[in-house]
């Protein structure tokens, strides 16, 4: 059976068909190749504008009429046209029965193929539409992912937005919890009956819980929020353990648990970090181990491992208690904040349930890490560690120069002068009730610039100044006060920053601005009077490097 | 239906009546989620609940709003990753119709789980054309329509469009207007 093709027939069939006369001459040329080349591929040698990929041994018209295998052609200067098809041998000519091959690559884009240019008969279109569709997949998902990544980003500024209020929040709530504290204090120096007594220790320890809450909530949240900085101070170790020991040997004793800190060989001594921290991590874990424990004890030990940097060393604490145990989904979940380990634990030994998130987040800005093991009934282990820098023995500080003693609030001087500046009301009622034992002569004024304005027409023994306050800050004003001293060579007024921002930078800003000595609020009555009674002392001149060291740290 | 059809309704509404009425159709339609891929087939239910939110919030009728968006789905089409495959089919109208069902079909093999239309040109004379649209799908010629309006516009032309139905299917009349017919 013989089966005739009429030229329409073979435009739709092959699109891309060649006819060849035997000297290789293109005669005649399909409907798509027409349209890309202008047609200009009639009259002219084959192989001057095609060039066969397959079979690649083909180099003259001899040879191609010969060949059976299957051809792959390439248009001479069009890289992304491709050709596939088999020769039909005729006597008096050659035909090339040819179809495009879909380039799946985007460049396609650019050649001006459309749906007549693929045989009906073959599936190129499909794999070009394919193509096409992946690609618009690929776009979409591109599209998502930057869509998606933008919503994250505004997920998590809004989470750090909403943790910046929260420490706000906190922040304005300790204020007046300061002083309803303060107050308690002072109130309780007063002769007061017994029955009064019970009643102020109970407003004392509630507020005591309470302001331990918005602490926690206030350490979180500025965690959350990147706001909290890891200090880099030299400490002692054995001074945080010692601390330690201080803090809970009693409260162990009291439960009648056994209490026991060792401190292996070769990991005393002092280190540069952030001792507050590494003591909260510590005592948190302390406290909880004594406060669900009833009998056994206690075991901490610490000890020190090198790392691979040099002069970075790691600070291994281990809490092991006899106490009730956990579950295991209970330890998974100990970690994450607003999840105790049930809400009954929560009602039983009370607390936020935000101290284990805390230390797991201080831990990880230590470059440290934090975990627990426990058997239900048994026991429980926490353990983390820090990294810490080593201390080169020279460049230790002086042993703390002033320690406080607290049970000494005898003022020192009575009568003095005093200049306060501060601009919350019920903090200067309270600065006022803590002052009255020194029985002074007390200015008290609302921001910098009255203060200032004080100085210029008093005189002072010394100045208390608050940082944050309208119109002109603590900062500022004791800049102008130390110009004004040192162009009109005053006598030195003795300065004491109250803030309640301690970190060592903020200390230190103070003391570079002028300040000769900082005490953190929330005020300790002991602490002030004590303070006042040393600046007060010794020249103010020497203060510098004497009291306002020893109070920056 | 595949997502293109979602993310074209959701850039009709959004360009036409902005985000708010957006997030109100969202929430008319009890969609949970924005994020259409175009090539991914979602259930008919989707595309149609979504289609009637914005019927209810443009405070369209169902076919009025089917033809808006037909005219839109090109404008739409031509925007997107998608714009080489209508470039494909054809510089002109004609050409362009006649490809219409292979195009569809094509599309099919790639996205099996789609339930493409059939498009039939009967005949393309002196400014006469007649197309016959069958699909599995109800309701959806005036869909149809919108599109042909846009694509005469698209190739330069005006003229009217008649539908008439016949057995299982819709054919529609475009007769161009004399002075393009030629
Ligand atoms: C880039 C251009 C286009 C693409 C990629 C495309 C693709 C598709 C796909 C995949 C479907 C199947 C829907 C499903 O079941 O998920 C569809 C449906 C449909 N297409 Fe297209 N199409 C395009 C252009 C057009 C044009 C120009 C028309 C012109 C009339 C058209 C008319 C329709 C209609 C009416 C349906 C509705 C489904 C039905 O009737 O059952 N499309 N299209």
Same mark, same amino acid.
Not at chain 1, 96 to 118: A, R
């Given at each position: 059976?013989?089966?005739?093709?009429?030229?329409?027939?073979?435009?739709?069939?092959?699109?891309?068909?060649? +006819?060849?006369?035997?000297?290789?001459?293109?005669?005649?040329?399909?409907? *798509?190749?027409?349209?890309?080349?202008?047609?200009?591929?009639?009259?002219?040698?084959?192989?001057?504008?095609?060039?066969?990929?397959?079979?690649?041994?083909?180099?003259?018209?001899?040879?191609?009429?010969?060949?059976?295998?299957?051809?792959?052609?390439?248009?001479?200067?069009?890289?992304?046209?491709?050709?596939?098809?088999?020769?039909?041998?005729?006597?008096? +000519?050659?035909? @090339?029965?040819?179809?495009?091959?879909?380039?799946?690559?985007?460049?396609?884009?650019?050649?001006?193929?459309?749906?007549?240019?693929?045989?009906?008969?073959?599936?190129?279109?499909?794999?070009? @539409?394919?193509?096409?569709?992946?690609?618009?997949?690929?776009?979409?998902?591109?599209?998502?992912?930057?869509?998606?990544?933008?919503?994250?980003?505004?997920?998590?500024?809004?989470?750090?937005?909403?943790?910046?209020?929260?420490?706000?929040?906190?922040?304005?709530?300790?204020?007046?919890?300061?002083?309803?504290?303060?107050?308690?204090?002072?109130?309780?120096?007063?002769?007061?009956?017994?029955?009064?007594?019970?009643?102020?220790?109970?407003?004392?320890?509630?507020?005591?819980? @309470?302001?331990?809450?918005?602490?926690?909530?206030?350490?979180?949240?500025?965690?959350?929020?990147?706001?909290?900085?890891?200090?880099?101070?030299?400490?002692?170790?054995?001074?945080?353990?010692?601390? !330690?020991?201080?803090?809970?040997?009693?409260?162990?004793?009291?439960?009648?648990?056994?209490?026991?800190?060792?401190?292996?060989?070769?990991?005393?001594?002092?280190?540069?970090?952030?001792?507050?921290?590494?003591?909260?991590?510590?005592?948190?874990?302390?406290?909880?181990?004594?406060?669900?424990?009833?009998?056994?004890?206690?075991?901490?030990?610490?000890?020190?491992?090198?790392?691979?940097?040099?002069?970075?060393?790691?600070?291994?604490?281990?809490?092991?208690?006899?106490?009730?145990?956990?579950?295991?989904?209970?330890?998974?979940?100990?970690?994450?904040?607003?999840?105790?380990?049930?809400?009954?634990?929560?009602?039983?030994?009370?607390?936020?349930?935000?101290?284990?998130?805390?230390?797991?987040?201080? +831990?990880?800005?230590?470059?440290?890490?934090?975990?627990?093991?426990?058997?239900?009934?048994?026991?429980?282990?926490?353990?983390?560690?820090?990294?810490?820098?080593?201390?080169?023995?020279?460049?230790?500080?002086?042993?703390?120069?002033?320690?406080?003693?607290?049970?000494?609030?005898?003022?020192?001087?009575?009568?003095?002068?005093?200049?306060?500046?501060?601009?919350?009301?019920?903090?200067?009622?309270?600065?006022?009730?803590?002052?009255?034992?020194?029985?002074?002569?007390?200015?008290?004024?609302?921001?910098?610039?009255?203060?200032?304005?004080?100085?210029?027409?008093?005189?002072?023994?010394?100045?208390?100044?608050?940082?944050?306050?309208?119109?002109?800050?603590?900062?500022?004003?004791?800049?102008?006060?130390?110009? !004004?001293?040192?162009?009109?060579?005053?006598?030195?007024?003795?300065?004491?920053?109250?803030?309640?921002?301690?970190?060592?930078?903020?200390? +230190?800003?103070?003391?570079?601005?002028?300040?000769?000595?900082?005490?953190?609020?929330?005020?300790?009555?002991?602490?002030?009077?004590?303070?006042?009674?040393?600046?007060?002392? *010794?020249?103010?001149?020497?203060?510098?490097?004497?009291?306002?060291?020893?109070?920056?740290? | 239906?595949? =997502?293109?059809?979602?993310?074209?309704?959701?850039?009709?509404?959004?360009?036409?009546?902005?985000?708010?009425?957006?997030?109100?159709?969202? =929430?008319?339609? =009890?969609?949970?989620?924005?994020?259409? %891929?175009?090539?991914?087939?979602?259930?008919?239910?989707?595309?149609?609940?979504?289609?009637?939110?914005?019927?209810?919030?443009?405070?369209? &009728?169902?076919?009025?709003?089917?033809?808006?968006?037909?005219?839109?789905? %090109?404008?739409?089409?031509?925007?997107?990753?998608?714009?080489?495959?209508?470039?494909?089919?054809?510089?002109? /109208?004609?050409?362009?119709?006649?490809?219409?069902?292979?195009? &569809?079909?094509?599309?099919?093999?790639?996205?099996?789980?789609?339930?493409?239309?059939?498009?039939?040109?009967?005949?393309?004379?002196?400014?006469?054309?007649?197309?016959?649209?069958?699909?599995?799908?109800?309701? /959806?010629?005036?869909?149809?329509?919108?599109? $042909? &309006?846009?694509?005469?516009?698209?190739? =330069? &032309?005006?003229?009217?469009?008649?539908?008439?139905?016949?057995?299982?299917?819709?054919?529609?009349?475009?007769? $161009?207007?004399?002075?393009?017919?030629?």
């Amino acid at each position: 059976m013989t089966l005739t093709l009429d030229e329409t027939e073979l435009d739709r069939l092959f699109p891309a068909y060649l +006819c060849l006369d035997l000297h290789g001459t293109i005669a005649s040329a399909g409907p *798509s190749l027409q349209k890309l080349n202008d047609g200009d591929f009639v009259g002219r040698d084959f192989f001057d504008v095609l060039q066969l990929e397959r079979p690649n041994d083909v180099t003259d018209i001899e040879a191609l009429r010969r060949t059976q295998a299957p051809l792959i052609l390439q248009a001479c200067g069009n890289g992304t046209l491709r050709l596939r098809g088999i020769v039909v041998e005729k006597p008096d +000519c050659l035909y @090339l029965l040819l179809g495009h091959i879909p380039e799946v690559d985007p460049t396609l884009q650019k050649t001006p193929l459309s749906f007549s240019d693929f045989s009906p008969t073959d599936g190129s279109l499909d794999i070009l @539409l394919a193509a096409e569709v992946r690609k618009a997949l690929l776009d979409d998902a591109h599209a998502l992912a930057v869509e998606l990544r933008e919503e994250k980003r505004a997920a998590e500024a809004a989470n750090v937005a909403k943790s910046s209020f929260l420490a706000a929040m906190s922040h304005e709530i300790r204020t007046p919890m300061n002083g309803v504290l303060g107050m308690a204090s002072v109130l309780s120096q007063t002769g007061l009956e017994a029955s009064q007594r019970d009643m102020l220790d109970i407003i004392t320890q509630s507020g005591q819980s @309470l302001l331990t809450i918005l602490n926690d909530i206030l350490d979180l949240s500025k965690i959350e929020s990147g706001k909290l900085e890891i200090e880099r101070t030299s400490f002692c170790l054995d001074e945080i353990v010692r601390s !330690c020991e201080a803090l809970f040997g009693m409260k162990a004793e009291e439960k009648g648990l056994a209490f026991d800190i060792q401190v292996r060989e070769g990991a005393h001594g002092t280190y540069h970090g952030d001792p507050t921290r590494i003591r909260q991590i510590l005592n948190n874990l302390v406290s909880n181990a004594i406060k669900f424990t009833d009998k056994g004890g206690v075991d901490i030990r610490v000890r020190r491992t090198d790392t691979r940097e040099p002069g970075v060393v790691r600070l291994e604490f281990e809490v092991e208690d006899t106490g009730i145990g956990m579950h295991s989904e209970t330890t998974e979940r100990l970690f994450s904040p607003f999840t105790q380990a049930d809400s009954s634990t929560n009602r039983q030994f009370g607390g936020t349930g935000l101290g284990l998130a805390i230390s797991k987040r201080l +831990c990880r800005l230590m470059d440290g890490w934090i975990q627990a093991t426990s058997e239900f009934g048994t026991g429980s282990m926490f353990s983390f560690f820090v990294q810490v820098a080593v201390n080169d023995e020279a460049s230790l500080p002086k042993p703390e120069a002033t320690p406080f003693n607290h049970q000494s609030t005898e003022p020192v001087s009575r009568g003095l002068r005093i200049l306060a500046a501060e601009d919350n009301k019920t903090n200067r009622i309270l600065l006022r009730a803590f002052l009255e034992p020194l029985d002074a002569d007390l200015t008290m004024v609302k921001n910098g610039r009255e203060a200032v304005d004080a100085w210029r027409i008093r005189d002072f023994d010394i100045a208390l100044m608050d940082i944050q306050m309208p119109v002109m800050d603590g900062i500022a004003a004791v800049k102008e006060i130390r110009g !004004c001293e040192s162009r009109e060579r005053l006598v030195r007024i003795p300065i004491i920053a109250v803030s309640a921002n301690a970190m060592t930078h903020q200390v +230190c800003e103070y003391l570079e601005a002028g300040m000769d000595a900082h005490i953190a609020k929330p005020i300790d009555q002991a602490e002030l009077l004590q303070l006042i009674g040393l600046m007060t002392q *010794s020249p103010p001149g020497h203060t510098e490097a004497g009291v306002g060291n020893a109070r920056a740290w | 239906m595949y =997502g293109m059809i979602q993310q074209a309704a959701r850039d009709m509404v959004l360009a036409r009546y902005g985000e708010e009425v957006w997030q109100a159709v969202l =929430g008319e339609s =009890g969609l949970t989620s924005e994020h259409f %891929i175009s090539a991914q087939a979602y259930d008919d239910t989707i595309t149609f609940s979504l289609l009637s939110a914005i019927g209810t919030l443009s405070d369209m &009728h169902q076919d009025e709003l089917l033809e808006e968006f037909g005219k839109f789905w %090109i404008e739409f089409a031509e925007a997107s990753p998608y714009s080489s495959v209508l470039r494909m089919a054809g510089d002109d /109208l004609v050409t362009f119709l006649s490809n219409l069902d292979r195009m &569809h079909a094509s599309i099919k093999s790639t996205m099996p789980q789609t339930a493409v239309p059939s498009f039939q040109l009967l005949n393309a004379n002196d400014g006469h054309i007649q197309l016959v649209y069958r699909s599995e799908r109800q309701g /959806l010629a005036p869909f149809v329509r919108g599109i $042909l &309006h846009a694509l005469l516009k698209k190739f =330069g &032309h005006t003229g009217d469009i008649s539908t008439r139905p016949t057995d299982g299917a819709v054919v529609f009349d475009i007769v $161009l207007h004399a002075a393009e017919a030629a």
